[in-house]
């Protein structure tokens, strides 16, 4: 993998643009160490500098090009779509909660002051502008091969849902070969032209990957962390802009815009960082550990009426379909003040999948969360109760994270799953695991 890294596969991506490659090209050797030199220099003042794409050279048109291939689209069918700024558009990125965002790791730096989005507008330059509290680039992100080409925006504040404005749902399989997909976006309109100022959107079937591999035997390899999506004859694909943006299909999130050989060429379908396999890496550092421990200043005297609780076994299976656990909290009543008296709620749990079925179009539901709740009866957990605890057959089996109002019939409550975390508990407090 060497020799081809050294060959050809130091390529800019999808927001960048050198002769007729991108981040998402591997050109020959003369060439790419052109680019490497280009993007150098782009970046010696500041490792965030090379994030910020420089003005692309003209090219000649492609023929028939809107995004390109695509057509205007509004923000109510993709509300999900977030534009990525530093002075002005450079990437694209999606909401996965309230909290986080997810790009291309190309797109961002390490200095999130520099960073901003906008979400809730079909226009880049309008909606609702975040800051951005925290970057987190997958570790294994490789800028010579772009292999996991991925990472987390923590939000400064809340992002604040609406029919323009709502989080997509993280797939947990590939798409399956010729698929139809959708590509948003504010990139540019044709190879090497500037970038569009109204939302864009063009489908595009998924590629085999031995498929695109061949397409590109002399630039790299097309890793299990990407896949491909385009047409043969070309003349639909993201192009420059569209980087970090969405590969969506019903609203479920499939892949992120990363690289490929210039924008909608004949036999070089788009490449994108594949969502399915990077899953799991996403629930481990977005909002999942919503878990923390206090150390007390003196030891607590127990006695009848406080005793320590007991700790699941680790990676316990504890979302068994209809089990029935208990909330205990001084909650507050709809719209209503706190209670003075400690209440319980029993609540039956709720199976992982039937819990991520009923709650697509709010926060995504992991594997290190369980929900609780009793969706036919309105019986859940209410505000004021996050940090609750759930406990089973006199176990802590949950921690209570959030919930989507009081005595919801249709969405549980979602738990943050202790038994993932007993081995984290222990080696912080010395407590043996089960």
Not at 27 to 34: D, G, I, K, Y
Request: net charge neutral; charged share 15%; glycine share 10%.
């Amino acid at each position: 993998m060497a020799s081809k890294r050294n060959e050809s596969r130091s390529t800019p991506p999808r927001s960048v643009t050198f002769l007729p490659f991108e981040l998402r090209r591997p050109p020959s050797l003369s060439t790419a160490l052109l680019v490497l030199h280009t993007a150098t220099k782009l970046s010696e003042n500041s490792e965030d500098a090379a994030a910020t794409p420089p003005s692309p050279q003209e090219r000649p048109p492609i023929p028939d090009s809107q995004i390109v291939g695509g057509s205007a689209v509004d923000i109510r069918q993709h509300p999900y779509q977030l534009s990525l700024q530093t002075t002005g558009h450079i990437c694209g990125a999606s909401i996965i909660s309230s909290k986080w965002a997810v790009t291309a790791a190309h797109c961002v730096g390490s200095a999130p002051s520099r960073y901003s989005l906008r979400a809730g507008s079909s226009n880049k330059d309008t909606g609702t502008r975040y800051g951005v509290k925290n970057i987190i680039r997958h570790p294994q992100y490789n800028s010579q091969t772009i292999d996991y080409d991925i990472a987390l925006l923590e939000i400064d504040g809340e992002i604040k849902f609406s029919p323009t404005v709502q989080p997509v749902k993280l797939t947990s399989a590939e798409p399956s070969t010729n698929k139809l997909v959708d590509i948003t976006g504010w990139g540019a309109l044709r190879e090497g032209g500037s970038t569009s100022s109204q939302l864009m959107k063009v489908s595009v079937p998924i590629v085999a990957r031995n498929k695109c591999q061949e397409h590109y035997s002399r630039y790299g390899t097309i890793t299990t962390r990407m896949i491909c999506a385009g047409y043969v004859q070309g003349g639909k694909d993201s192009c420059q802009g569209d980087s970090g943006g969405p590969l969506t299909s019903a609203g479920v999130l499939y892949g992120i815009v990363s690289w490929g050989l210039g924008c909608a060429q004949p036999n070089y379908p788009g490449v994108y960082t594949n969502v399915a396999s990077l899953r799991s890496w996403i629930s481990q550092n977005a909002r999942l550990n919503d878990i923390a421990l206090i150390k007390l200043k003196i030891p607590v005297q127990f006695g009848e009426k406080l005793l320590p609780i007991g700790l699941p076994e680790v990676d316990g299976c504890e979302d068994e379909d209809g089990t029935i656990g208990f909330v205990t909290g001084w909650k507050h009543n709809l719209n209503g003040p706190k209670e003075s008296q400690l209440t319980v709620i029993e609540v039956p749990i709720v199976e992982q999948n039937t819990c991520e079925a009923t709650m697509p179009c709010y926060e995504p539901v992991f594997q290190k969360m369980l929900c609780a709740g009793n969706m036919t009866l309105g019986v859940e957990t209410c505000q004021g109760d996050p940090g609750a605890p759930l406990t089973a057959d006199q176990a802590l089996i949950g921690v209570l994270s959030y919930g989507l109002g009081c005595k919801t019939t249709i969405h549980p409550g979602v738990y943050t799953r202790v038994s993932s975390y007993v081995a984290w508990i222990s080696a912080n407090t010395g407590i043996p695991c089960a």
